[in-house]
């Protein structure tokens, strides 16, 4: 079956733009979860959704970053007035049951960002 | 939250056992440990979880002693295509039961023929 999707996959913007990252979890998943990623290291968490309700937004570095999933399916992540340090690999994952300890987490491909 | 700590890098060959031990010294009752493995270009893609003793699937086997202050996550016969970076992770679960994924730098492991 289809697994998570990512659009696009790469995105070159100009410091000052917007940006607007699209997340397809896969179909029926209840939480979606956004990460960004730097070469060499991990994932780091940014937010996660249950359904519409975003739960957690303590991993988003200010205020420029937001996140939103409307109808519980499709998420974006808007970065407003981009700046080159948010160049990364920004992921997004889902589970099949609400966001807890027990849930395996599905990765997308992510979305190369990069700021000129 | 609990941090880890895991080898950088590690080397194997193909057919060989393969064990990466990882250190989580104030992990927290609640805890889980939980691994990840990520290819190049790919995301991270789920492997195991435990929370004592030992655990097994069909890909691997995770070993937590009883203390819990490390864990060690064995591949058996490892193949070429098993060279990825290997993430541990020790999360605390939330007052909602949401245990947030922390990644650390995770260990590189290559196996050549």
């Known amino acids: 079956g289809a697994g998570v999707s990512q659009s696009p996959r790469y995105k070159v913007t100009k410091r000052g733009q917007d940006v607007a990252l699209r997340c397809d979890p896969i179909?029926?998943?209840?939480?979606l979860y956004w990460y960004r990623q730097a070469l060499g290291q991990g994932p780091e968490f940014l937010t996660y959704f249950n359904y519409e309700a975003q739960q957690d937004k303590s991993g988003l570095p200010n205020d420029r970053f937001s996140a939103e999933r409307p109808e519980g399916s499709i998420s974006t992540l808007t970065i407003q007035r981009t700046e080159q340090r948010d160049s990364a690999m920004y992921r997004c994952a889902s589970s099949t049951g609400l966001a807890g300890v027990r849930e395996t987490q599905y990765f997308g491909p992510g979305t190369r960002l990069l700021v000129l | 939250l609990a941090k880890t700590t895991q080898p950088i890098s590690m080397d194997s060959y193909e057919g060989q056992e393969v064990n990466i031990t990882c250190s989580h010294n104030n992990i927290a009752t609640n805890d889980y440990i939980t691994w990840y493995q990520q290819f190049p270009s790919q995301g991270p893609r789920f492997i195991i979880q435990?929370?004592?003793t030992k655990v097994t699937n069909e890909v691997a086997s995770l070993f937590i002693p009883a203390d819990r202050k490390s864990s060690t996550l064995s591949l058996p016969r490892v193949s070429l295509s098993d060279t990825a970076v290997y993430y541990c992770?020790?999360?605390?679960?939330?007052?909602?039961?949401?245990?947030?994924?922390?990644f650390g730098t995770g260990t590189r492991l290559l196996v050549s023929p």
């Open positions: 435990g929370y004592k």
């Open positions: 992770l020790v999360g605390t679960i939330m007052n909602t039961g949401f245990q947030k994924l922390v």
């Open positions: 179909s029926g998943h209840v939480s």
